[in-house]
């Protein structure tokens, strides 16, 4: 583990921490309006077992279910950055 007060170790810390957060923030934008903006055309698609057609699907509950996916994802991966560069906070 490296010293936290190093100038190397913070700036190593905040370059993970913010790719860690525009990675995020790509993932959020695609599901939050790129998805969206083609909801007509997925909707030609329908959902086998549900027979829902995709792009609501998509619309109504995969962007939610991406969304709190993602929170926990990014909870965990930021723990692992904290950790290796000695931020973390002790339980």
Known sequence: MAQ??????QEAHWDKTTRLMFTHLGV???????VHM??????K???PVLGFPLGFYMAAQG??????VM???????QDKI?????????D
């Open 71 to 77: 929170l926990f994802m990014f909870a965990r991966q």
């Open 63 to 68: 962007s939610l279910i991406a969304f709190v």
């Open 38 to 43: 083609f909801v007509v055309p997925l909707n």
């Open 4 to 9: 936290p007060d190093s100038p190397a170790n």
């Open 28 to 34: 959020w934008f695609f599901f939050g309006y790129v």
């Open 45 to 47: 698609i329908i959902i």
């Open 82 to 90: 904290d950790r290796e560069h000695g931020y973390a906070e002790d």
